[in-house]
């Protein structure tokens, strides 16, 4: 079954980032599971083409391309309108009318609104965002699967989501997978998450918020241990994704 098959005449926003097509030190850097790059390139193109019809649009969100290969050809084989967010490696080959003429559209950063949740695409991670304290999101990539550093300290802060392949299957995602929402508007499930307040974690009298989860409520209210800490939940209901913060007040 084909995805037009598949959605009918829905459109969606499908997002991706770091295919690095061309780039042999992408194996040893975060050790993908291909014998070469042309099963590498092969793999993802028909992940693409096998999930995001002709209607639909595809965010990549930077470093389509190692800086001395060439990846016209390979992106004239993915076969519906995709938006590039520029990252550090396409610099060179955006300077070329033939590459950014694969693209409907090309932005460093942009702000998008999907099933009425906004989300800031950006290649680079961002600790804080436009809209971050009004329950925005931020899709971002360029760390790969780095659990050091970066990814660290991303794997922390709520809302963000890393939307590269090496960390999603090497297949492009809708913003609800990414978030963990269900797929389906019938399925109304809550999703808890609370921002715990860790002092003397970045240096002396410096604080930094660590996410945990809960499943349901009555677990989520009992890490609410005192004022600092931060309780949220998101569900998909009637069409869009609606997040909610708990206060004094209860559920707002």
């Not at 680079?124 to 931020?138: L, T, V």
């Not at 760390?143 to 990814?151: D, V």
């Amino acid at each position: 079954m084909t995805p037009q098959e598949q959605k009918g005449n829905t459109m969606a926003d499908y997002f991706t980032s770091d295919l690095h097509f061309g780039c042999q030190s992408i194996f040893d850097r975060t050790s993908r599971p291909f014998t070469d790059l042309d099963e590498m390139h092969d793999v993802i193109i028909k992940n693409i083409n096998e999930t995001v019809s002709s209607r639909d649009t595809l965010y990549i969100l930077g470093d389509v391309a190692c800086i001395e290969y060439d990846p016209t050809d390979d992106l004239k084989l993915i076969h519906c309108p995709k938006i590039l967010i520029k990252g550090n490696h396409d610099a060179k080959w955006l300077k070329h009318r033939h590459f950014r003429n694969q693209f409907e559209e090309i932005y460093d950063i942009k702000a998008i609104k999907t099933d009425d949740t906004r989300i800031i695409l950006c290649h680079y991670p961002m600790a804080e965002w436009d809209g971050f304290w009004k329950g925005h999101w931020h899709f971002y990539g360029h760390i790969h699967n780095s659990n050091e550093g970066a990814g660290l300290i991303m794997s922390q802060i709520p809302r963000s989501v890393n939307v590269g392949v090496d960390v999603n299957d090497f297949k492009p995602k809708t913003a609800r997978q990414l978030m963990g929402l269900p797929d389906t508007t019938d399925d109304i499930k809550w999703i808890y998450e609370v921002s715990l307040e860790e002092p003397e974690v970045l240096g002396s009298g410096s604080t930094f918020s660590r996410m945990a989860t809960a499943s349901n409520e009555q677990d989520a209210l009992a890490l609410l241990v005192d004022g600092r800490n931060r309780l949220e939940r998101r569900a998909h209901i009637d069409g869009k994704i609606v997040t909610q913060i708990y206060d004094s007040n209860g559920w707002v």
